[in-house]
Structures are given as structure tokens and as C-alpha cells.
């Protein structure tokens, strides 16, 4: 797979996290660098272009990204989820008319190690599945003599199909870590989603798994965090700060 386009998702309040850090949790400070700088850092190699889904605090958010990308000059288009209360999946739908044959959706409050993240994407590039997770081994022991293959820092297993996504994570003993690829001809999935009023990625996935086979790639603890309290702020600071 060459570089790939990126959509990433900021539409959100960060509510949580606001009323500590007083600004939008996908802008705030890691160490020396700030979210989107992290998030530019890690994908920049990988990228042919972004699609930033703004929502709350648009404007804030988008000079935030890009101040960010005035180091790595990728190139930028803002789609405005008008409807971002309504939830991730429905603000994601607002990047449709911008989408490439595939991409990468990622969570702006996700973070992931730029090193790990290099041996995830070589993975998926060489896998003929377009579509497919990272997700995260809450109790790595379950995995005991499961059919899995190591790729590079990536553990993946192939072709998992599930009645539902969250039984596949639910029996992976795993966790959803906030980082997809897609096919562009699934997304009329998401579309059906929100017209049975379904409003979160998650359900997005529990139809995909129905009718498409996906590749899941696990992450450890210690390669990712996702932030939504001051916790998980004070985390990525041992695992991001500079």
C-alpha cells in the first residue's frame, strides 16, 4: 500500500478533560508537543492527506492543526460535522464527499507510538483485507494458542468475522483502541447505521463484521493511550512527553 489518507476525527467537546486543561482535550499538552502534534508526528511518513472533522470548537481546533502541520505541510481539508452532538459515527459521515478509495479513520484523542505504529501500518499494507482495527490485549495470557502471526511489533490475526464487533473484542478479551481502516465501499454501511438512529463507530463495525472480513492488529499498554480524563493526560505525558 503507498500513503494512505488519514481522516481525523476532532469533532467532540472533550467535556471531561476541559474543565482541567480549559481547553479541547484533542489540543491539549503532552510533554513539550500537543496532541496534534504527536498524532502529525506518528502518521506524516504514512499520509497523502488529511480530512479533519471539526465540530465543537472548530476554530480553535483547526488553527490548533494547523499550527501543527506547518512542519510537515500535509495537505488539509476541513469537513464540519454540523451534527457532531449526535455522535462519532455521525460526525464522521461529514467527511464522505472527501473520501479516498481507502483510509485511515483516527480518533484526535488517540495516541500512538510512532515506532508501533510503523509495524502496524506495514502489516495492514501487505494484507489484501481493506478493512481492519487496532485494538489492545487487556490480558495478553488469553491468547495462549491462538492463531496469530507476529508482524514486526504488531501482533494480527486474519480474517476474524463475528457476529458483532464487540463480541469480537469482547471474545479477544481486547479493547478498541480509536484507529481504522476502511474501504471506501463499506461507508454505505455507516449511512444504514445512522438511519437506524445508531450513532458510535462501534455499531459501525458490529455491521461491517456481518457481511466483511477485517484484520485486527493489537497493540500493549504501553503503545498507545487513548485521553479522556486527567489521568489518561498525566499517562501520555510518561509515554509521549518530551
Known amino acids: 500500500m503507498e500513503k494512505i489518507q488519514f481522516i ?20 491539549a499538552r503532552v510533554g513539550d508537543k500537543t496532541v496534534p502534534e504527536i498524532i502529525l508526528e506518528t502518521i506524516h511518513d504514512f499520509c497523502s ?7 465543537a470548537n472548530s476554530e480553535k481546533v483547526e488553527a490548533g492543526y494547523r499550527k501543527a502541520n506547518e512542519k510537515f505541510n500535509i495537505p488539509m481539508k476541513i469537513a ?5 452532538e449526535e455522535g462519532n459515527l455521525i460526525s464522521f459521515l461529514a467527511s464522505i464527499p472527501y473520501l479516498d478509495r481507502n483510509f485511515i479513520l483516527w480518533l484526535g484523542d488517540t495516541l500512538v507510538k510512532k515506532e508501533c505504529f510503523n509495524g502496524l501500518f506495514n502489516s495492514v499494507s501487505a494484507n489484501p483485507l481493506q478493512n481492519a482495527c487496532f485494538v489492545q490485549k487487556v490480558d495478553p495470557s488469553q491468547w495462549k494458542g491462538k492463531k ?10 486474519r480474517g476474524v468475522k463475528a457476529q458483532s464487533f464487540s463480541q469480537t473484542l469482547q471474545n479477544f478479551n481486547a479493547i478498541d483502541v480509536g484507529v481504522y481502516l476502511f474501504d471506501r465501499e463499506t461507508v454505505y454501511i ?13 455499531k ?9 472480513d477485517f ?10 493511550i487513548n485521553i479522556n480524563e486527567l489521568d489518561d493526560l498525566m499517562r501520555a505525558k510518561e509515554l509521549f512527553g518530551g
Open 49 to 55: 492527506g488529511i480530512v479533519l472533522i471539526t465540530g
Open 204 to 212: 459501525f463495525f458490529d455491521e461491517l463484521a456481518k457481511t466483511y
Open 80 to 84: 464540519y460535522a454540523e451534527d457532531w
Open 215 to 224: 484484520e485486527v492488529s493489537f497493540l500493549e499498554p504501553n503503545e498507545w
Open 190 to 202: 455507516a449511512d444504514e447505521c445512522r438511519k437506524n438512529q445508531a450513532s458510535s463507530i462501534v
Open 8 to 27: 481525523i476525527q476532532v469533532a467532540g467537546p472533550g467535556v471531561r478533560l476541559v474543565k482541567h486543561i480549559h481547553e479541547p482535550k484533542v489540543l
Open 148 to 157: 496469530a502471526t507476529r508482524v514486526l511489533l504488531g501482533e494480527t490475526v
